[in-house]
């Protein structure tokens, strides 16, 4: 488990900055993310599959099964590879194969002049700012409402 969100009181604000998601944040019983160093070396060591839960406002649950999920180190803005999709969520993180970690503070998404950690309130693997184009894990948590900045996939 590298991401966690939910409904745990008070949120976690994941519109952090590049040294944030490097190191990692938040409480592992609550809200948080393990750290990009970590999320490379673990993902370094053999195959990994990435496995996404999740649960809608209205308690409809679905899930993403990517059979490979890796990224590259801080080098080369964590990278990330993910490929071959199964599940009933959708396959979300299309988008995201190949792109590089953005942060609030370090733009690394191509598509757009605006930095799309800054729109979407959180760090990402972003293709895209709009939100048809990728998803938003890290975004606000606003359970039901539908927008750029909300978390949804």
């Given at each position: 488990?590298?991401?966690r969100r939910g409904n745990f009181?008070?949120?976690?604000?994941?519109?952090r900055n590049w040294q944030d998601y490097k190191h990692?944040?938040?409480?592992?019983?609550?809200?948080f993310w393990l750290g990009n160093d970590n999320i490379f070396a673990l993902t370094n060591?053999?195959?990994?599959?990435?496995?996404?839960?999740m649960t809608a406002a209205d308690n409809d649950s679905?899930?993403?099964l990517y059979?490979?999920?890796?990224?590259?180190?801080?080098?080369a803005n964590y990278k990330l590879y993910v490929y071959g999709y199964s599940g009933t969520a959708?396959?979300?993180?299309?988008?995201?194969?190949?792109?590089?970690?953005?942060?609030?503070?370090r733009k690394n998404n191509r598509l757009n002049s605006e930095n799309c950690a800054d729109v979407r309130k959180g760090g990402f693997w972003y293709y895209y700012c709009s939100s048809e184009a990728d998803c938003n894990?890290?975004?606000l948590y606003n359970p039901g409402v539908e927008d750029r900045s909300s978390m949804y996939y």
């Open positions: 488990v590298f991401q009181g008070r949120q976690e604000d994941f519109n990692g944040f938040g409480s592992l019983e609550r809200d060591q053999g195959n990994y599959s990435l496995r996404m839960d679905a899930y993403a059979r490979e999920f890796r990224i590259e180190d801080e080098n959708g396959n979300s993180m299309y988008a995201s194969h190949e792109e590089l970690f953005t942060t609030k503070d894990p890290n975004g």
